[in-house]
């Protein structure tokens, strides 16, 4: 039963906001959406390792799905050709599996964050196609493997496209091929044949792009090659995608007959110092007093719009909860998200729905407003 003995309502851009001031016992997040979708949240090694008592609290009251925001990517994971680091991996699926969570397992195949060894042999030389796609092989019936049956879920391919829908001139694709990402599904797949596997990628709500990401999912349907989903990244910022961008989007992915996900989802209050919105980790640009407006913390005005931003988008998910299975959260709180260094390192953002002491913020009752309401 939730009780409140005083509320303050706001009214921001046609939104009610509903926030409490006296003592509260309030549903949360994994509560308030448990007929809709999962929410999910990434998080770092410390919480992996459960150094915190109280960011483990709140990960395992709100939260009904979890992914290493880090510590299952390959440079991790396999840092050498003949050696794997599970420690953080298996301390993750425990943790989840104590507090019945879904587990996304992030991720198998992806350019970035890429171990050395993995495009050369022992003397330095450049590999070929072969000797990849044994290698990958490797990688992923290893990985998969080892948690079969535990994660059930998996970002096989990240990131594998550019801007115009092309794909990606990563080293995957000069050594292996367009095939590649055929692979990579089928290894997974063979790996653990009861397992979800993901294409995952972010600025796939733009139509140039969101086409090369159909393009990948129709090409793995029509060779019988399993995919189950589209993961994604929502890494976007109080003016961007526009809502009709993201609705056109769930209802394109969905049209496709693969579950949509919102797999990194952060609200940016900065300045951007781009056209284009990007969440490639290799993109740096200088700090200065202009990008990095709130060192000490933002108005209410701007925390009126981040709320008014976070309620019209998970009013468009709710309106498609049909299409959608997950909404996963790339952080806990803004003390740990990554937009405070990216795409220029040292600002301070203000991206999550709980803040740097853990509290709920006014986006947080936003969110959880659109489905009272």
């Not at 086409?211 to 399993?226: D, Y």
């Not at 209802?251 to 490639?280: C, R």
């Not at 007093?289 to 701007?302: A, E, F, H, K, L």
């Not at 260094?341 to 040292?346: L, S, T, V």
């Amino acid at each position: 039963m939730k009780i409140i003995k005083t509320i303050q309502v706001l009214v921001l851009s046609g939104v009610i906001l509903i926030t409490c001031v006296a003592s509260v016992t309030e549903n949360t997040l994994k509560d308030a959406f448990r007929d809709k979708f999962l929410i999910g949240v990434a998080i770092n090694r410390s919480q992996i390792h459960q150094k915190n008592e109280m960011e483990n609290k709140l990960i395992t009251e709100q939260f009904n799905s979890v992914t290493a925001e880090n510590d299952m990517k390959w440079m991790i994971i396999h840092p050498k050709k003949n050696e794997y680091n599970f420690e953080h991996a298996d301390k993750l699926v425990a943790m989840a599996e104590a507090n019945d969570m879904f587990v996304v397992g992030h991720t198998l195949v992806w350019h970035s964050q890429l171990a050395p060894w993995v495009f050369k042999t022992d003397d330095g030389r450049a590999i070929d196609s072969v000797e990849l796609e044994k290698r990958m092989k490797d990688h992923i019936y290893t990985i998969v493997g080892r948690y079969k049956g535990r994660i059930k879920g998996w970002d096989v391919v990240n990131e594998a496209l550019d801007e115009d829908g092309s794909l990606r001139k990563s080293e995957f694709l000069k050594t292996g091929g367009p095939g590649f990402i055929e692979k990579a599904f089928q290894f997974a797949h063979e790996a653990d044949p009861d397992a979800e596997l993901y294409y995952n990628d972010y600025n796939i709500v733009y139509a140039a792009k969101r086409e090369g990401a159909v393009r990948i999912i129709r090409n793995l349907q029509r060779k019988g090659i399993r995919i189950d989903g589209v993961g994604i990244q929502a890494h976007w910022g109080l003016a961007y995608p526009s809502i009709e961008e993201i609705e056109t989007t769930i209802e394109t992915y969905g049209a496709l007959g693969v579950k949509v996900m919102f797999t990194e989802l952060d609200i940016s209050v900065l300045p951007s110092p781009w056209h284009m919105p990007t969440a490639d980790v290799s993109v740096k640009f200088q700090n200065t007093p202009t990008m990095n407006p709130y060192p000490n913390g933002i108005p209410d005005s701007v925390q009126n719009q981040l709320a008014a931003r976070y309620a019209k988008v998970f009013e468009i998910f709710n309106k498609h909860a049909d299409k959608i299975s997950r909404v996963t959260f790339w952080g806990l709180h803004d003390g740990v998200s990554w937009k405070n260094n990216f795409p220029i390192r040292g600002r301070t953002d203000y991206t999550l729905l709980f803040d740097r002491e853990l509290k709920p913020k006014k986006a947080y009752h936003a969110v959880m407003a659109t489905v009272k309401n």
